[in-house]
């Protein structure tokens, strides 16, 4: 009776040493990927505003988006042209596309243009530079160095 006690008492005792082993070790192990959610704790980028006129959508706050993305205003409006099938300009410091396009989905390219050319693929972080090389753009991160060619914008 009293050596079960004891041995359950024990047991019970590993158990919880293990625990805490492996909250460290998936400690360790979150602390060392370069993961998307990090990347969004840390890099916000505010929500499009858009006004829908006619045939035409605006992006009013265009210059906050451009901030932030630190990338030059032509790529990002050539990215969204490319993606959208349309032909847009820049119009006193707002962005403005020939068509109707709804403020999710353009949402959704800014997003996906931070994921290709704004954010290191390796260490998640947006210190990153877009460099053209022989008709390449080359995404390079002065955080960590990393590097790589980037989809044709
Ligand atoms: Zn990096």
């Not at 040493?17 to 890099?43: G, H, Q, V």
């Amino acid at each position: 009776m009293l050596g079960d006690q004891i041995m359950t008492k024990t047991s019970k005792n590993t158990g919880l040493l293990n625990n805490l082993e492996y909250e460290k070790m998936l400690d360790r192990a979150l602390n060392m990927l370069p993961t998307e959610i990090k990347m969004e704790e840390s890099f916000e980028i505010p929500k499009l505003e858009i006004i829908i006129e006619g045939q035409r959508t605006t992006i009013i706050n265009w210059k906050d988006i451009i901030k932030k993305l630190d990338r030059d205003e032509k790529i990002v409006l050539r990215y969204l042209e490319h993606r959208l099938g349309t032909v847009g300009w820049i119009s006193a410091g707002r962005a403005v596309f020939q068509g109707r396009y709804k403020k999710a989905r353009l949402n959704k390219l800014i997003d996906l243009f931070i994921r290709e050319y704004v954010i290191c693929d390796v260490c998640g972080r947006p210190h990153t530079r877009l460099v053209k090389e022989k008709g390449r753009w080359i995404k390079i991160c002065d955080a960590c160095g990393a590097w790589r060619v980037v989809e044709k914008i």
